[in-house]
T-cell receptor, first 111, second 112 residues
Framework: GQNIDQPTEMTATEGAIVQINCTYQ??????LFWYQQHAGEAPTFLSY????GLEEKGRFSSFLSRSKGYSYLLLKELQMKDSASYLC????????????FGAGTTVTVRA | DGGITQSPKYLFRKEGQNVTLSCEQN?????MYWYRQDPGQGLRLIYY???????QKGDIAEGYSVSREKKESFPLTVTSAQKNPTAFYLC???????????FGSGTQLSVL
């Protein structure tokens, strides 16, 4: 099966920076997604990486290294509303509609 | 507004009963999916559909059934054969199956 690992929980202070790591060991690779999910709600799309490097979108950035099987999501200038679960998902094959998800990282932002 | 709607938000199942979860989208997306979410685990794919009248089993299809008679609708039935149905069920869609997923707000299913 596919193996996607994320830390279970992280805590940070309002205004700080947090980096959520995701490592994957999959039979193939054709893109990595990050989603945000508030408790009891629908996940929402944050970012997509298919090539190595950094993608920046406002306060959120995502990085990918395919050779290392590694990605991170960087959240800057943390706000209380950023308290949520962050899900890493990998598409294994280019023509495959399925995504393999990690268990998610719960981020708690403290005042 | 375009979106994906799941109902009901909460559902209770009695022993031996089949229950159906509704999922409707007005995004004109071809692909639709059902995921199951358990505490401490990643989303696991139950079934997915790339086009109308066609669907494929995901990783944990046993005890579930689906239909895709209309592009907009992809209902999931949790049958009595599913012995551990308590979970949060998420429906999703994407334009062509290869782009980002749009998720519904989920249905929490519990066993009485």
């Amino acid at each position: 099966g596919q193996n996607i690992d994320q830390p279970t929980e992280m805590t940070a202070t309002e205004g700080a920076i947090v980096q959520i790591n995701c490592t994957y060991q999959t039979s193939g690779f054709n893109g990595l997604f990050w989603y945000q999910q508030h408790a009891g709600e629908a996940p929402t799309f944050l970012s997509y990486n298919v090539l190595d490097g950094l993608e920046e979108k406002g306060r959120f950035s995502s990085f990918l290294s395919r050779s290392k099987g590694y990605s991170y999501l960087l959240l800057k200038e943390l706000q209380m509303k950023d308290s949520a679960s962050y899900l890493c998902a990998v598409r294994v094959r280019s023509n495959d509609y399925k995504l393999s998800f990690g268990a998610g990282t719960t981020v708690t932002v403290r005042a | 507004d375009g979106g994906i709607t799941q109902s009901p938000k909460y559902l209770f199942r009695k022993e031996g009963q089949n229950v159906t979860l509704s999922c409707e989208q007005n995004l004109n997306h071809d692909a639709m999916y059902w995921y199951r979410q358990d505490p401490g685990q990643g989303l696991r794919l139950i079934y997915y559909s790339q086009i109308v009248n066609d669907f494929q089993k995901g990783d944990i299809a046993e005890g579930y059934s689906v239909s895709r008679e209309k592009k907009e609708s992809f209902p999931l039935t949790v049958t009595s054969a599913q012995k551990n149905p308590t979970a949060f069920y998420l429906c999703a869609s994407s334009r062509d199956g290869l782009e980002k997923l749009f998720f519904g707000s989920g249905t929490q299913l519990s066993v009485l």
